[in-house]
Each structure stands twice: as structure tokens, then as C-alpha cells.
Antibody
Framework: EVQLVESGGGLVQPGGSLRLSCAAS????????MSWVRQAPGKGLEWVSV???????YYADSVKGRFTISRDNSKNTLYLQMNSLRAEDTAVYYC????????????WGQGTLVTVSS | SYELTQPPSVSVSPGQTARITCSGD??????AYWYQQKPGQAPVLVIY???ERPSGIPERFSGSSSGTTVTLTISGVQAEDEADYYC????????????FGGGTKLTVL
């Protein structure tokens, strides 16, 4: 059974950093495209970043230069390093497996809340 | 940047048919996907590649495409279908990108 479990969220001050983790089971992270998607309170979904099975990474303009997606193959875990955090980064962050069509998200974690506030 | 436009809300009585639209200039060239999200839960993929249904999704969910508009149709709506629905497509303007519609709140009266 495919499972994704996020952790690492919490309260952080503006300008601070946080690293989110997403532990996967039931499949191999390194063999799939993996993404982070966020949802601000009461708002819609926003794609954040993707890492290809080959290692290439891409980011939404809103986080480019501040966030870094990575993975640890030995731990079958996806990460999102978030630096220079802003109030507008406050959201629930979901990790998601990208489907075979390279676009859809076929499995999602339960999400972890990041709050950026002083 | 590329945008997908959905109506903010749709209301329907139980047993009736709900139709949720999503418009975008690139939809004739890109597949659309639909997600259902209930309060406090992660999104669930209900339609992929415009009209395909993942295993485990009830047959009452269907998708269609016509020009710059895609439509999610829920036939014989049930109370449990009340949720937010998001369309999604690829953003072909750059190297890689994904765009979501703003979401539609489906209310079952």
C-alpha cells in the first residue's frame, strides 16, 4: 500500500528556515517524480516543486531561490528545505507522487502545517 | 502566467447531476485532471487525462473536454460528494509547471 507521511511543519519567524520531510512506503521515491503542493488557509492548491526520477528539479516562481527539493534514496524520503520564509508561505504542505503521465498527482500525504509569523 | 478558471460554487440536490467547468486557453493541447478535497483531508484524484477514472472512483464521476473548457460531471449526486473540486493541468509556458484552478465548492442541498 502506498503511503506518504509528512513531518517537520511548525511555527517559524519571518526570514527563518524549516525542513519538511515526507517518508514514503509501498513504492520507491527515486523511481518516481515527486512533488510538493501547498494550500494556504482557506485557499486553493498551489504547486511548489518537483523532482524527477533522474534528479532534475523545478520550482514555482513564488519559491524559486528560497526552497530546495531533495530526496534521500536510502531512507525513501522526500524533503523540502525552506529558507527566507515569508508570511505568504503559511500553508499546509502536501507531498505527492506524480502519476505515470508526469502531470497528475496520484497519491498524497496528509499534509503538514507551516505557519510563518512573528 | 497560465490560469484555469472555475466557478466558485455549484449547488445541486441529491440525485441530480452536478457539472463543474474549468476553462483555460491551453486545455485543447493539455490534459486536465480533477481532484476532490473534503474538509481537513488531502485531495483525491477523481479524473485523469480529461475523462479517465482511477480505480476505486465511483462511476458517477466522469469528465469531458470541449475546446478550452473541461467539465467534471457527477451523476446522481450523493451527500458524500459535497467537497471542493479542483481542476489541474500542465503549465506549458515553461520547462515544467503545474497549474490548479481556483476550486469549486460543491454543495449538496
Amino acid at each position: 500500500e502506498v503511503q506518504l507521511v509528512e513531518s517537520g511543519g511548525g511555527l517559524v519567524q519571518p526570514g527563518g528556515s524549516l525542513r519538511l520531510s515526507c517518508a514514503a512506503s509501498g513504492f520507491t521515491v527515486s523511481s518516481n517524480y515527486m512533488s510538493w503542493v501547498r494550500q494556504a488557509p482557506g485557499k486553493g492548491l498551489e504547486w511548489v516543486s518537483v523532482i524527477y526520477s533522474g534528479g532534475s528539479t523545478y520550482y514555482a516562481d513564488s519559491v524559486k531561490g528560497r526552497f530546495t527539493i531533495s530526496r534521500d534514496n536510502s531512507k525513501n524520503t522526500l524533503y523540502l528545505q525552506m529558507n527566507s520564509l515569508r508570511a505568504e508561505d503559511t500553508a499546509v504542505y502536501y507531498c505527492a507522487r506524480v502519476g505515470l503521465d508526469s502531470t497528475s498527482f496520484d497519491y498524497w500525504g496528509q499534509g503538514t502545517l507551516v505557519t510563518v509569523s512573528s | 502566467s497560465y490560469e484555469l478558471t472555475q466557478p466558485p460554487s455549484v449547488s445541486v440536490s441529491p440525485g441530480q447531476t452536478a457539472r463543474i467547468t474549468c476553462s483555460g486557453d491551453a486545455l485543447p493541447k493539455q490534459y486536465a485532471y480533477w481532484y476532490q478535497q473534503k474538509p481537513g483531508q488531502a485531495p483525491v484524484l477523481v479524473i485523469y487525462k480529461d475523462s479517465e477514472r482511477p480505480s476505486g472512483i465511483p462511476e458517477r464521476f466522469s469528465g469531458s473536454s470541449s475546446g478550452t473548457t473541461v467539465t467534471l460531471t457527477i451523476s446522481g449526486v450523493q451527500a458524500e460528494d459535497e467537497a471542493d473540486y479542483y481542476c489541474q493541468s500542465a503549465d506549458s509556458s515553461g520547462t515544467y509547471g503545474v497549474v490548479f484552478g481556483g476550486g469549486t465548492k460543491l454543495t449538496v442541498l
